[in-house]
C-alpha cells in the first residue's frame, strides 16, 4: 500500500475514480467500437471468427497477500490469469472488463498502482480495457477480469479432442511460480516485526515467475508457423496433474507422462531442496505457472521436437489404462488431481 | 443459509463443485457454441450485430444483507441487474458469466439456491449461463457476472445522443426498490433477537422491488413496434437524478425535469410518509430501480405518451440552461448526484 501520499477514495467519488481510471484508455484492436463510459461496452466481431470469453476472480488472502504483492504486479498477473485462458483456446485476446471491490484501507494511489499493472499487460499483449465496475468491500481487495478474445472460426482448441498415441507437451517449465511463493512466504515470516530485508538473492527467476508471470503467446504463434494444430489444450493454473485430468476426462482417454522429461528450471529444483519438499510434487501440484499444456498428433513429432520453449513429456493412451506419472526408477504412479487449495498446504 | 441440510462444500472440491452447478445448463441461443467447462466459452455473432458486453460486482455486507435477503433472490438481481445494462443500450442480452467467491459459512445447499435464482432469471430472459469461476473467500460472498448481448449494428442506443427539446422519458415508476430496502432494513432492527416475524403487509410491492427486480424488457419491444428509437438510454440503478447527470454529461445538454410527473407507487408513497422521508429524493436518489430512462426526438411525444409503462417526465435543453427539477411550487431546483453510498446514510 502507498506510504507516501494519500488521497481517499471518498474524496473523488465513485464516478470520479471511475473516470480517472477509464477516461483515457487506449484502443487497440478495431473489434472495440466503444469501451468504458456506457451501460455496456459496443464490440463488433464477423461471421468467420469465434469469440472467446473467459473470467476469474481475485480474493485477498485467497489469492495473494499484499505483505508481499506489489499492487503493480498483482493487475499485471490478474490480467496475465485471464488471457492465458484465452491463449489455451487458441485464440487472441482483444478485450478485457475490470471489476474491482475496495475497502477503505486503500486510496486512489493504491488503485493507480494496480491499475498501472493491469494496462501495462493490456499494452503488451495488445488488449482494450472496455468496462467494468468498481465498488466498495467490507474486508480487502476482490479483483474479477473477464477476458474476451478471437479465433478463425473452427480454430479453437478444446480441452476435449486429445486422441490415443498424440503426444503430450508442455511448454516453458514447471512449478517455478509455486517455488516463488514458498519463498515469499518463507522471507515474510523470516522478516516480520525485524528490522531485515528478505534475502532474494539467486532466486530471481522463481519470484519473477510468482510475481509477474507471462502468457504463453510466442508458442502459439511458433506452432501456427508450422501449421502444428493442437488435438486439446489447457493453461495450467492449478497443477500439470489437475490440468491433465481436466483433458483426459474431457477427451475420454488416458496418459503416460515421465518424470524426467518434466521441465523444471534450476532456480525451481534449489528451492524446493532448500525447502525439502519433492521437486516433480512441486511441478504436478504447484499453480500459477500459466504454460500451456496441449496434445499434437504424432506426425507432428519432428516440429514440436524442434521447438525450443517446447518440451514433449508423454503420450495419450486408451481410457481404460488411466492416468499415470513413470518415474525415474521406471515406475507407475496414478496421478491424482490436487486444486490450488491444498497445494497452499504446503505439501 | 440453509439450516435443514448442510453438505460442506470441501466434501465435493471445486471441481465437484463447478460440474456440478453448471454440468447441465440448457442453451437458449444459436450464438452460444460451447458454454461452461473449458477455458472460455466458444460463441458466435454475425458481421451484421454488434456485441455488448457489461459487469457488475455484489459484495456481501455492501450490495445486500443475507439476513433479510434469501439467496435465490440475490441469484435472480444479479442477473438482473446485468441484463439491463444490456436492454439499456437496446441489446438483446444472450450469454452471462458468474463468477463466485465463498467464505466457509456457504455449504453447497446454500450455493444450489443461489444459483437457482440465477438459473431461473436465465431461463426468463432467455440467456445462457456459459462460464465462470467459483472460488473461496475469506469473509462473505462476492459475485461478479458478465452479461454479453448484441443488438442489430447502429441499434444499440449510448449515452450520448440526446438533443435538445428531446423528451425525458422514464418505464414504470422510481423509488420502490429503495423503500423496499428500507423497509427490509427497519424490519430487521425491530425483530432481532425477539420472537416475532416482520409486518410487511401491505407492502408486499416495494419490498418485490427490491427482492426481485425485473429488467425492462418488454418496453424496447413496445418502442421497437411503435419504430421509435431513443436519442440516449441508461437504466436506473444508482437513481435517477445520477443517471440523468450521465446522460446530460455525455450528451452535451441540460435538462428539465418536472417533480409532479415523476412517477411513484402508492406504496412507495406511503413507506416514505411513514419513514418520514422526502418521497421525491427517494425517487430521484433511491437505486436499483433498474427501470430505463431514455430521451426520444418531440416528433414522437404522441406514440410514447401512449405508452401506458412510459411516463414523460421532462425534456432537454441547451448547456448552459444546466440541470433543474421543477418542484410541485414551481420552483427549480439544481439536480445533484447522489451515488448509491450516500443513499444508504437515508436521507
Redesign the interface.
Known amino acids: 500500500m502507498n506510504t507516501t501520499k494519500r488521497t481517499e477514495i471518498s474524496s473523488l467519488?465513485?464516478?470520479g475514480l471511475i473516470e480517472r481510471l477509464t477516461g483515457n484508455l487506449p484502443v487497440n484492436n478495431k473489434e472495440s467500437?466503444?469501451g468504458a463510459?456506457?451501460?455496456?461496452?459496443?464490440?463488433?466481431?464477423?461471421?468467420d471468427e469465434?469469440?472467446?470469453?473467459?473470467?476469474?476472480?481475485f480474493?485477498?488472502?485467497?489469492?495473494f497477500d499484499l505483505t508481499y504483492f506489489p499492487l503493480k504486479h498483482l493487475g499485471y498477473k490478474a490480467v496475465i490469469a485471464n488471457i492465458s485462458?484465452?491463449y489455451?483456446?487458441n485464440?487472441t485476446p482483444k478485450?478485457i472488463?475490470v471489476?474491482?471491490?475496495l475497502s477503505r484501507k486503500f486510496c486512489i494511489e493504491d488503485i493507480e498502482e494496480l491499475y498501472s499493472g493491469i494496462e501495462l499487460a493490456c499494452r503488451q499483449y495488445g488488449v482494450d480495457i472496455?468496462?467494468?465496475?468498481t465498488?466498495?468491500?467490507?474486508?480487502?481487495l476482490?479483483i474479477?477480469i473477464?477476458?474476451?478474445?478471437t479465433a478463425p472460426?473452427g480454430c479453437?482448441v478444446?480441452?476435449?479432442g486429445a486422441k490415443e498415441t498424440d503426444l503430450i507437451c508442455v511448454t516453458g517449465n514447471l512449478g517455478a511460480a509455486y517455488m516463488g511463493l514458498q519463498l515469499l512466504e518463507r522471507e515474510k515470516i523470516a522478516t516480520a516485526d525485524k528490522d531485515i530485508q528478505p534475502d532474494f538473492q539467486g532466486k530471481e527467476y522463481i519470484l519473477e515467475r510468482q510475481l509477474k508471470p507471462e502468457a504463453r503467446k510466442e508458442v502459439l504463434e511458433k506452432l501456427s508457423e508450422e501449421n502444428v494444430k493442437p488435438t486439446a489444450?489447457?493453461?495450467i493454473s492449478d497443477g500439470l496433474s489437475?490440468e491433465l485430468m481436466h483433458i483426459c476426462k474431457?477427451s475420454g482417454v488416458g496418459c503416460r507422462i515421465y518424470e524426467e522429461r518434466i521441465p523444471i528450471d534450476y532456480q525451481t529444483a534449489i528451492m524446493a531442496e532448500e525447502l525439502n519438499m519433492n521437486v516433480t510434487t512441486c511441478a504436478l501440484n504447484g499453480g500459477e505457472d500459466y504454460e500451456l499444456l496441449f496434445t499434437v498428433p504424432i506426425a507432428d513429432h519432428e516440429k514440436v521436437a524442434a521447438m525450443k520453449e517446447v518440451r514433449i513429456i508423454g503420450h495419450v493412451v486408451s481410457d481404460s489404462m488411466g492416468l499415470a506419472l513413470i518415474t525415474r526408477d521406471g515406475v507407475e504412479m496414478e496421478l491424482k488431481?490436487q486444486?490450488?487449495?491444498s497445494n497452499s498446504d504446503g505439501k
Open positions: 467519488g465513485e464516478f467500437v466503444k463510459g456506457d451501460d455496456a461496452a459496443i464490440l463488433q466481431f464477423s461471421n469465434e469469440v472467446l470469453v473467459s473470467t476469474d476472480m480474493m485477498e488472502g485467497v489469492h485462458d484465452i489455451a483456446m485464440g478485450q472488463t471489476s474491482l471491490a472496455v468496462g467494468g465496475d465498488t466498495s468491500s467490507l474486508t480487502g476482490a474479477s473477464t477476458a474476451i478474445g472460426k479453437a478444446r480441452r476435449s489444450m489447457i493453461d489437475s474431457q488431481a486444486g490450488w487449495v
